[in-house]
């Protein structure tokens, strides 16, 4: 079975795992509406998704 030859320092190990983190959510504004959105989503608001209403809302 394969074993680490050496010890790994803690500098090497640290700066391996700092990659692991959230980023925040990106939101953009909704054309119709200006409401924010999440990106290539349908607006929950108006129903609309490029230019074009793909859900029908009720008034």
């Known amino acids: ?3 680490p030859k ?4 803690k500098a090497r ?3 391996r795992r700092a ?3 959230l980023t925040a959510p990106q939101y953009v504004l909704c054309p119709q509406c200006h409401e924010p959105v999440m990106p290539h989503h349908v607006c929950s608001e108006c129903g609309y998704y490029d ?3 793909v859900i029908a809302q009720e008034a």
Do not use: Y
């Open 1 to 3: 079975m394969a074993a």
């Open 6 to 9: 050496r010890k790994m320092s």
């Open 13 to 15: 190990r640290d700066s």
């Open 19 to 21: 990659n692991w983190k």
């Open 51 to 53: 230019g074009k209403e």
